[in-house]
């Protein structure tokens, strides 16, 4: 093993870092553990590189040390192989590391008793990256000893993704012609969603195919291998509902009859445990129904968002996805950005999302692709009956292209189109469960 550690080594020192699209992402290398966590292929090992970037602005190429872990030289390694890591790094050169990045650190078996105690020597700056919400939990934060905060990459937000088109936003832009492509850049997002190599390719066939390895990799390496799946159609079946049933409720039971009608026999145990592995694999959100009762809440179905939009528009059966559901995953997504407590309210009518913030809810959100004469007294209602519960004073209506503001029962009502809004600066202050710092 030392040797294939050689080997990885000097490749990474004699590596071109290749082009980089600047993140929207706060970071910081203190003393603690950096931990790096999102969904595969949205640029998590290309946001280490960003900060590699930065530090070799400063430091030697030998005293950075990058290691991907599912480099296929490393299958099978364990915690207790890693300490030929150091002995290979030490016979190749006297340079002090001084930097330590690990990539897709969660293949490793036992990998936090091991960072813990590389933490402790208090040599290094570790920075450690994974495609697992469990970097993001406080079960890690727990094992290694609360030295650690972590920060959350996504698919590109709509800001980066304007940025990437080689676009910038300012107020200007609503008087004049270039409003029309800025709707039409959103369009594109809305649909093809934010990941940056499926939104660099033209066609969308290209697209359908990175998308569905995109899919099959989750599947196989992030579901099936990392928690020994062995009942591989319940876990598609499963998949390929939530796919289709974006931004919708999700009753384990009632999906359970829909097995039974296809003679699928499976406990309602087994389809709430591969939920909550889809979720630490980052394929989709759920998002509660409000309740003061922590009981409740996990008794009642769940709204299930995806990840990212194009899973839905290249890998759904739906001719032509429901684009109100669209525009509320991506409600959705920015909102998980911002990282806070996030439900839906649900009493005689339904409001999208209210957000909790220091033990109260702050803001309610209702979303809609267009205000109608015909749906604007069934929007209002659900929005109105949220406002009125949490005894807030103003709310929100978010729309494809809509903008106005009017009162009703002394409640103000802002109806603004997403693209403005996802441009925004942030009103939600950051939460501690990813606890994102600023950069050096």
């Known amino acids: 093993m030392r040797e294939i550690f050689k080997k990885i080594i000097v490749e990474w020192w004699e590596k071109n ?5 600047e993140r929207e992402i706060p970071w910081k290398i203190t003393s603690d553990i950096l931990a790096i966590a999102g969904p595969r292929r949205v640029g998590k090992t290309y946001l280490i590189f960003q900060i590699i970037k930065k530090l070799l602005q400063n430091h030697n190429r030998e005293e950075i040390l990058f290691i991907d872990f599912e480099d296929n030289r490393l299958v099978g390694l364990t915690d207790k192989n890693l300490d030929d890591l150091f002995i290979a790094y030490r016979e190749l050169t006297d340079k002090e590391l001084k930097y ?3 990539d897709e650190i969660q293949v490793v078996d036992h990998w936090s008793t091991f960072v813990r105690r590389l933490h402790n020597t208090q040599k290094y700056h570790i920075i ?9 939990s406080k079960e890690i934060a727990t094992e290694l000893r609360g030295r650690y905060h972590s920060i959350f990459v996504s698919p590109f937000s709509f ?13 200007k832009i609503d008087y004049s012609e270039l409003r029309g ?5 959103f369009q594109e997002y809305l649909v093809n969603g934010g990941y940056p190599e499926v939104i660099k390719e033209e066609s969308i066939e290209e697209k359908k195919t990175k998308m569905r390895a995109y899919y099959e990799t989750t599947f196989y390496k992030d579901l099936v291998e990392r928690h020994k799946i062995t009942n591989y159609d319940l876990l598609e079946q499963l998949m390929n509902y939530l796919l289709n049933n974006c931004s919708r409720r999700f009753s384990v039971t009632s999906f359970e009859k829909i097995l039974q009608m296809k003679g699928i026999k499976v406990s309602k145990k087994t389809i709430s445990l591969y939920l909550k592995y889809l979720e630490e694999a980052f394929f989709i959100y759920s998002v509660e129904e409000f309740s003061y009762s922590a009981k409740n809440r996990m008794m009642r179905p769940r709204k299930i968002y995806l990840i990212d939009n194009a899973f839905v528009t290249f890998l759904s059966i739906q001719f032509s996805p429901d684009k109100g559901k669209l525009l509320e995953n991506v409600v959705l997504g920015h909102l998980k950005r911002q990282s806070p407590e996030i439900f839906f309210y649900n009493e005689q009518k339904e409001c999208d999302f209210v957000v909790k913030q220091d033990q109260k809810i702050i803001l309610a959100i209702q979303v809609c692709y267009e205000l109608t004469e015909e749906n604007k007294k069934r929007e209002l209602k659900g929005l109105l009956e949220a406002l009125d519960y ?3 004073k103003e709310g929100l209506i978010l729309t494809y292209d809509q903008e106005n503001s009017f009162k009703v029962d002394n409640k103000m009502i802002k109806v603004m189109p997403v693209w403005k809004w996802l441009l925004q600066k942030p009103k939600v202050k950051e ?10």
Do not use: A, D, M, W
């Open 17 to 21: 870092l290749p082009p980089l699209i």
């Open 100 to 102: 330590i990045f690990f």
């Open 128 to 136: 450690i990256s994974g495609s697992s919400s469990k970097l993001l």
């Open 159 to 171: 800001s980066e993704f304007i940025s990437f088109r080689g676009l910038e936003y300012s107020p």
């Open 181 to 185: 492509k800025f709707l039409r850049i």
């Open 390 to 392: 949490f005894k807030l």
């Open 431 to 440: 939460t501690s469960r990813h606890n994102v710092v600023t950069n050096q």
